[in-house]
C-alpha cells in the first residue's frame, strides 16, 4: 500500500472536520483551542477561542460576520456573505445568544 500525500492545508481542513463533531463543553474553558461561530445580541463573530480572561473569550483569526447569508448553509458549509478579519477579538459570553462549533477554515479575506 502506498502513503497518501496531502498539503497541510487539506489536512488541516480534514482534521478539523474530523475532531469538531461531539466535543463536550461543560465549561468554558472547554472551548480553548476551539473554533466558534458566536450570535451576540448585536453582532456575529467567528474565531478560536485562544483563552478566558473572566467573562471574556479571546479569539484569534476573528472576523465580524457582517452577513452570514443562509445560515445552515454557513455553519454546515463555511460559505459567509460578507466578513470584516479583524485578527484578535474579545467576545463577552455574557452576550451571547447562541454559538457553533466552525468545523471550516477561518476566513482572513474581506468578502
Known amino acids: ?3 497518501l500525500e ?11 472536520q474530523l475532531t469538531a463533531e461531539d466535543q463536550a463543553i461543560d465549561t468554558y474553558a472547554d472551548m480553548v483551542g476551539k473554533k466558534f ?12 477561542v485562544e ?8 479569539l484569534s483569526t476573528a472576523s465580524w460576520v457582517v452577513d452570514s447569508g443562509r445560515f445552515m448553509n454557513a455553519i454546515k458549509d463555511g460559505i459567509l ?11 463577552n459570553i455574557t ?12 476566513p482572513t479575506e474581506q468578502t
Open 6 to 16: 496531502i498539503s497541510n492545508e487539506t489536512y488541516e481542513r480534514i482534521k478539523d
Open 51 to 58: 483563552k478566558q480572561v473572566g467573562t471574556f473569550l479571546e
Open 95 to 106: 452576550t451571547v445568544v447562541d454559538f457553533f462549533p466552525w468545523k471550516h477554515k477561518l
Open 1 to 3: 500500500m502506498k502513503p
Open 81 to 91: 456573505d460578507e466578513v470584516e478579519p479583524v485578527g484578535v477579538a474579545y467576545i
Open 37 to 48: 461561530f458566536f450570535r451576540a445580541v448585536t453582532y456575529h463573530l467567528v474565531g478560536k
